[in-house]
Nanobody, 118 residues
């Protein structure tokens, strides 16, 4: 059974940093891993992803501020978020596709809340 669990969310002031972690069990993070967020009243959007080939994707709104990485030995992947803005506020979810390519995400965590105040 696949399980992915996020942690690291919290409340910060604009300009601050947070690092989100996602620990996976039953799922190899050699496959595609990604981070999504959902703000109130908005659809879930992909923030960053990392394919099994090592290719990264970042939403335009976070380029240069967020970094996705992983630690294979710990079966954990991360989202380092710097220079946070109020518009980064939302529920953040980690996920996986089950393959090296980042197509459809089928595994999801429960989410961790990030709140950025101005």
């Amino acid at each position: 059974e696949v399980e992915v669990v996020e942690s690291g969310g919290g409340s910060v002031q604009a300009g601050g940093s947070l690092r989100l972690s996602c620990v996976s069990s039953g799922y190899s993070i050699r496959n595609c891993v990604g981070w999504f967020r959902q703000a109130p009243g908005k659809e879930r959007e992909r923030v960053a992803s990392l394919t099994g080939y090592g290719d990264t994707y970042y939403a335009d709104s976070v380029k240069g501020r967020f970094t996705i990485s992983k630690a294979d030995a710990k079966n954990t992947f991360y989202l380092q978020m710097n220079s946070l803005k109020p518009e980064d506020t939302g529920m953040y979810y980690c996920g996986g596709t089950g393959s090296w390519a980042c197509g459809n995400f089928i595994y999801w965590g429960q989410g961790t809340q990030v709140t950025v105040s101005s």
